[in-house]
């Protein structure tokens, strides 16, 4: 079966911050969202003026300020819907206009598209995975290479493992992955990659999981590229 939707990615960067943005566009309104719109706002409006759509809806995964600093630029332009988990916007006090909070499995409409709302806290308290008939966007909850930090301020190590088990458990080993950063390999490898790859989805045991993510003196956190 065909998409309805078209995907389009850009790499965009602040000082030593590399973040992926995501463009999904209903091809038959040609309705667009974007995933975690950050630091460069003429590159983002460029592509929405190569897409000749419009920005209906911005999809954040979590309130991190690496992924929400265009949220207002991009409202006072276009006057799109902002969509957050309801979990990240009460715990982190998030405010913006036409703010628009989520459950866990929330359907959205772009269109003729489908996005869904895949509640996977840890990294923070409400992170959301975005998940479309053959995409899922993961935030920082997972990464092609690895996982995401667990805030101090509400993050859990506890509460990730089980995130990433209902990853495994819930979405098709075939969907590609979309993460905010990469430390190497390039975004869109497909869950049976990480399945086999990436070692926080070998773990099965929750203990040894938090023992991992939270050991000491780890290198390379924030080598994006």
């Known amino acids: 079966m065909s998409l309805t939707y078209h995907m389009e990615q850009l790499k965009v960067r602040f000082m030593n911050f590399i973040n992926y943005v995501y463009f999904v566009m209903d091809k038959k309104t040609r309705d667009i969202a974007i995933v975690d719109p950050s630091w460069d706002l003429l590159k983002v409006e460029s592509y929405i003026q190569q897409l000749n759509g419009d920005l209906k ?9 690496d992924h929400i600093n265009l949220v207002n630029s991009l409202l006072e ?18 405010r913006c206009r036409n703010l ?40 920082d909850t997972v990464f092609i290479e690895g996982c995401g930090l667990c805030d101090p301020n509400g993050g859990d190590p506890e509460e990730l493992y089980h995130s990433i088990q209902k990853i495994k458990r819930e979405i098709d080993g075939s969907i590609q992955i979309y993460p905010a950063h990469s430390f190497g390999k390039a975004p869109g490898f497909s869950l049976d990659h990480l399945m086999d790859e990436n070692i926080y989805f070998q773990f099965t045991n929750k203990k040894h999981f938090i023992e991992f993510r939270m050991r000491p003196n780890q290198k390379g956190l924030f080598d994006f590229k």
């Open 100 to 139: 628009y909070p989520l459950k866990d499995g929330s359907s959205i409409k772009l269109g003729e598209t489908e996005i869904i709302s895949l509640l996977t806290p840890g990294h923070t308290v409400g992170s959301v995975c975005y998940l479309l008939s053959d995409h899922l966007f993961t935030g």
């Open 77 to 94: 332009k276009y006057n799109p819907q902002v969509f957050m988990s309801i979990e990240e916007i009460d715990f982190y006090n998030f």
């Open 57 to 65: 809806a911005i999809l954040l995964t979590h309130s991190h300020f």
